[in-house]
């Protein structure tokens, strides 16, 4: 397994999230025919169940480009600043290539 730096995520809690994430190579798109893709949110790394557990969707698989998309449901998690995130994504019958980073959740002021 491939772990990178993953960029700091934020977002207000119970608002629904949108984001465009691209696989690249040497700064250069890759080929994502094939690949699976998952993202998951935990507390602590040991936590064996996480907050948030959501499958990517492909968007352009030539550009490498995945969609996250997080309703304001999903996003319904305690404020903190802090959490772990991952994105893994898997090409078919190989090993997955993760990215990790933190994950920042701000109370929103209608709430």
Partial sequence: MTIATGPLIEFYRKDGF????????????????????????????????PLIS???SITSAEEGTFSLVLTGAETDIEVYQGYYYDIEITPSGGQPITARGRLNVYQGVRD
């Fill in 18 to 49: 949108s984001r465009v994430i691209t696989f690249k190579f040497n700064d250069e798109a890759v080929s994502i025919s094939g690949y699976t893709g998952y993202f998951t949110v935990k507390k602590n790394l040991e936590d064996s169940t």
């Fill in 54 to 56: 959501k499958s990517l």
